[in-house]
Structure formats: structure tokens, C-alpha cells
């Protein structure tokens, strides 16, 4: 019978009897064999094209030794392929230089796994049908601080969330370990982060989520904050319609001019005196008359933008003259008040001529609000005609002692609100 030989090292196995006078060539054949299965150092060249590895029958064979040393500079990506059928460790060194191209041991028929980078050693088995790289990932035991390289353990080898705060030191992650952006909101547990653990001036305005808030100035606003104290909805309000808070003009009469309204009013309350009438004239035997009072009214205007209308504040009426007339020529009426499209307030009418009653007091046609005629505030320039101010009521006027001119109105008032819109 003839000799047969082993499935994974092709070594020859001998039939009792057979092979007389051949069979310690023959024996040591298989020992050299066996050596180059658990000693041999085999150097291969890669660079050019794919290898294909060989076990041949009781033949040393390049696929039969223990290491193997890849060499080259790739020109493409390679495969190292061992024969299908045979079970056998290897130990694989790369010391190919890649250009950027894979390599890749596997059986002919089967799978197999790519070497990482060039440089490295790794185990692998062929089962016969595929071949296993042996990784850290597939060998149990703890791996100790003591055999770690210093910064070997990167970003890129680490699963998601396999560091824990647990498994960290107090204060082991600093600044200088961390990557810019590496730390996102998503890996901040709510108030983790307190004012003592942020340096000066550390949170600037691109470090902040944006809330949806459109920067801008808002009057009168409506705003939403949250649980941590973010503002995440802002609104301006709408103008006042009530309570005209803010004072934007005020004229003493006699004058003219223009009122134009704040872009955002929306309501005017405007108070309008008009002129006092002066005083009549004292003739040689007669007593003065005293002028009326202005009109005197509040106005609440509602205002359609853009708004602009001329105004006028009337002056006093002058006094009557005096000897003249044996009983005295009466004074003249104030001017009246007036703002195009807002309200009139009409002046005092001048006070007659010699003795009699005063002037004839000024209206306030369409006013919201009017005050008794004979009643003011302390200090108030709305007055009847003649010199007096202050809270006051019409009186008699007593006869002068001698004939002269009657005393001049005081002018009118002009002021102008607007509500809080502004």
C-alpha cells in the first residue's frame, strides 16, 4: 500500500513495511517539515499583484510556515490567499508600504479579515474554509493602565458612551483633552454645569442655543422664558389706548406751527386754552370792565399715521382806551386755539367800555372734557383778561379814580399727549 499524507501539513504518512532503505530520508523530510510548521519565517512580496499561497505534499511550501513577513510598496490593493482545506495557525507582519491601498488575507474560496495599517503583527487561524484574525476584542483578561502608551487610546477607538463620569478621575478631563466642539449640549446632563465650574467671560454668544428670538427691540413686550431660564418667545405690544402718558408739546399763545404725531401714537390728548378778551377802557367817570375768559377744553383724538396738522395759539385781546370816550372803548377778544382736525377752543370776548359786566367767556365746541369757567389750578397761565393769575373767580371790578386804557388778556395754552405707544 502507498504512502498517504496529512490534511493541514502534507506531511507523508508511511505504510508499515513500505519504503525500506528510504524511510529515514523520508522521516526526516516530515521533521523538517513540522520545523517550518512551528518555526519558519517565510518573506513574501506583495507589491505587484495578489499571492496565492502553496501546501504541497511532504514538500516545504511557503503556505506551511509560522510567520509570514509581507513586503512591498502596493500599486493596488491586495489579497494574501492561503490554500482552502488545511487548519493552521500564522502569525502575519506587515511590512508593506500601502500608498493608500488595502490588504487583505483570506482563504481562496472563503473570508478572511484586512490588516489595519502597515507596521502592525497580528494572529490569525485558517478553520479551512476561513480565516480569523485573533484581536484584543476576542481575548479575555483586563489590559492594565501600566501596558497602555500614553495617548493611544484615541477618539476614534472608543465605542459611544463607553467613557462614564464613573470611570473617570476627579478633574482627569481638561481642557487640553478635549477636541474643539467635542462637548454638545446632548452630552450635558441639565445643570451639571454651574457658574463655578466656567471660567471669565467662557460663554459667549456662539456658545449659546439659539431660542427662535429674533434679536431686536421690543416696546411694550410680551415675552415666554423657560424652566432654565432662557427667553424663548418676545413680541412688541400694541400702543396704549388710554392714559396719554407722554408730553410732546407745549405753546404759549401767541405762536403757530406744525404737530406731527410719533410714528407709533395712536391717541392724542391735546388741552387747548384760548385768549383772555382785554379789558375795557375807564372813561372819565366810569369804572373798567374786565374781559372774558379763553374757552377751555381737553380733546381725545384717536390718529391715523402718518399725522401732521398746523396748529395755532391764540394771544390775549388788548385792553380798551381810555378818556377818550366819555364812558371808555371796550377791549378786544382773545384768539382762539386750534388744531386742524383735533378741536377749536374759542378766546374770551373783550370786556365793554365803561361800567358794566365782563366780556362774554370763549367755548369749547366738541371737547371730550371742560372746566367751570371761573375755576383754575395755582400757577395755571389760563386766566381772564387782565393782569390776575392763580385760582381765581370773576369779580366786579371796582371804578378806577382815573381814566386810562384797559389791560391786555393773558394768551392762550397749547399741550399736546401722546399715548405710551411712542
Do not use: H
Not at 478621575?169 to 474643539?180: K, P, Y
Not at 395759539?313 to 370816550?325: A, K
Request: some cysteine; proline content about 5%; hydrophobic content about 35%.
Amino acid at each position: 500500500m502507498a504512502s498517504t499524507f496529512s490534511t493541514d501539513l502534507k506531511l507523508e504518512l508511511m505504510v508499515t513495511g513500505e519504503n525500506a532503505g528510504t524511510w529515514g530520508d523520508k522521516t526526516n523530510t516530515n521533521l523538517n517539515l513540522i520545523q517550518q510548521a512551528i518555526a519558519g519565517v517565510q518573506s513574501i512580496d506583495v507589491a505587484a499583484s495578489d499571492v496565492t499561497l502553496v501546501m504541497s505534499n511532504a514538500t516545504l511550501s511557503n503556505a506551511r510556515n509560522m510567520v509570514l513577513n509581507l513586503t512591498g510598496s502596493l500599486t493596488g490593493a491586495r489579497q494574501v490567499l492561503i490554500p482552502d482545506g488545511i487548519e493552521k495557525n500564522y502569525i502575519i507582519k506587515d511590512s508593506t508600504t500601502r500608498n493608500g491601498f488595502s490588504l487583505t488575507i483570506k482563504t481562496v474560496s472563503g473570508t478572511g479579515f484586512v490588516m489595519e495599517t502597515s507596521g502592525i503583527m497580528v494572529a490569525c487561524f485558517s478553520d479551512g474554509t476561513n480565516v480569523t484574525e485573533v484581536s484584543l476584542n476576542s481575548l479575555s483578561g483586563i489590559i492594565e493602565t501600566a501596558q497602555l502608551e500614553n495617548l493611544s487610546i484615541t477618539s476614534g477607538k472608543l465605542a459611544s458612551f463607553a467613557v462614564t463620569s464613573a470611570r473617570l478621575n476627579s478633574f482627569a478631563v481638561t481642557t487640553s483633552r478635549l477636541a474643539t466642539n467635542a462637548v454638545t449640549a446632548a452630552k450635558i446632563t441639565q445643570s451639571t454645569i454651574t457658574q463655578a465650574k466656567l471660567a471669565a467671560n467662557s460663554v459667549g454668544s456662539n456658545q449659546l442655543i439659539s431660542t427662535g428670538v429674533t434679536a431686536a427691540e421690543y416696546t411694550r413686550p410680551t415675552i415666554t422664558i423657560d424652566a432654565d431660564g432662557r427667553i424663548t418667545a418676545a413680541s412688541s405690544g400694541s400702543a396704549s389706548t388710554s392714559g396719554m402718558e407722554i408730553p410732546v408739546l407745549y405753546s404759549v399763545g401767541p405762536a403757530s406751527g406744525t404737530y406731527t404725531a410719533n410714528a407709533n401714537a395712536t391717541r392724542a390728548g391735546v388741552y387747548m386754552v384760548a385768549g383772555a378778551g382785554g379789558s375795557g377802557g375807564t372813561g372819565q367817570n366810569n369804572a373798567s370792565s374786565v374781559g372774558g375768559t379763553g374757552g377751555f377744553g381737553f380733546f381725545n383724538k384717536v390718529i391715523t399715521q402718518p399725522f401732521s396738522q398746523p396748529f395755532s395759539v391764540g394771544g390775549g385781546g388788548n385792553g380798551g382806551s381810555g378818556p377818550g370816550n366819555p364812558t371808555g372803548n371796550p377791549g378786544n377778544a382773545g384768539g382762539a386755539t386750534t388744531i386742524a382736525n383735533i378741536g377749536t377752543v374759542n378766546g374770551g370776548g373783550g370786556g365793554p367800555g365803561g361800567p358794566g359786566s365782563s366780556g362774554s367767556t370763549g367755548n369749547a365746541p366738541g371737547a371730550s372734557l371742560t372746566y367751570p369757567v371761573n375755576t383754575f389750578i395755582v400757577g395755571s397761565p389760563f386766566s381772564v383778561g387782565g393782569p390776575p393769575t392763580g385760582p381765581i373767580t370773576i369779580p366786579s371790578c371796582p371804578p378806577f379814580t382815573n381814566p386810562g386804557p384797559g389791560a391786555s388778556g393773558t394768551g392762550g395754552v397749547l399741550a399736546v399727549f401722546e399715548n405710551i405707544g411712542t
